[in-house]
């Protein structure tokens, strides 16, 4: 609330974004409105100014509609922001920095909350299960993936990362006794795992052999 006041003169005096900024002093932006180029040169300059390591989530999809790129992110900042987008960017370099942008995608939380809940048989979804969610999440992001400015792990490792999340949310189910699938897996990975759809199929053409005649002639 500390800004509660400046925030309703904001709203009666139409201020602009830079302005906002300016004046707020925020640590982070997170866009979500899809109102593509909104965070400007002046906006990212400015919270770099502000902030050692300004937050700049440009979070809107498609591309087309995203706040701004991971690169004008980077090069606005001076390499400072702390960035993550809806839609994938490309790889950046600059002053010998290689970033690679990482996607803010709900696809890390949902599914992997909903796999915890039906593997265990939850009879509810509180507000805690996300939460502990969410710090598995921010708990699997390596110091490698940090170095290129990535802070959420890769996207395209998605199923491992959704079954070590499920595991935790599970976890937090029965510590919560919400759980309702009793003796308690002893090996909670595993049993995620075996619970999961898999597009291999085995064959159904019966195995065939080459005959060479010649051996009975």
Request: one cysteine or more; charged letters at 20%.
């Amino acid at each position: 609330l500390k800004y509660m006041e400046y925030m309703k003169a904001v709203v009666s005096t139409q201020s602009t974004g830079e302005e906002v900024v300016k004046n707020v002093k925020p640590t982070a932006l997170i866009g979500a409105a899809a109102q593509p180029k909104t965070f400007t040169k002046e906006i990212i300059e400015e919270m770099a100014r502000n902030n050692e390591r300004p937050i700049i989530f440009a979070l809107s999809n498609p591309t087309s509609k995203s706040e701004c790129s991971a690169e004008e992110a980077y090069k606005w900042s001076n390499n400072k922001a702390v960035f993550a987008s809806g839609s994938p960017f490309p790889k950046y370099e600059q002053d010998g920095f290689l970033f690679e942008p990482g996607q803010g995608n709900n696809a890390y939380i949902f599914p992997a909350v909903a796999l915890g809940v039906m593997c265990c048989g939850s009879i509810s979804i509180p507000d805690e299960l996300f939460l502990q969610a969410a710090e598995a999440l921010a708990n699997l992001v390596s110091e490698k993936d940090l170095a290129v400015g990535r802070v959420y792990p890769r996207l395209s490792d998605i199923q491992a990362t959704s079954v070590k999340i499920a595991v935790s949310v599970i976890e937090k189910a029965y510590d919560l006794n919400l759980a309702t699938v009793y003796p308690k897996p002893a090996n909670l990975e595993q049993f995620v795992k075996d619970q999961l759809y898999h597009t291999e199929y085995p064959t159904f053409i019966p195995d065939t052999y080459e005959y060479d005649l010649s051996s009975h002639q």
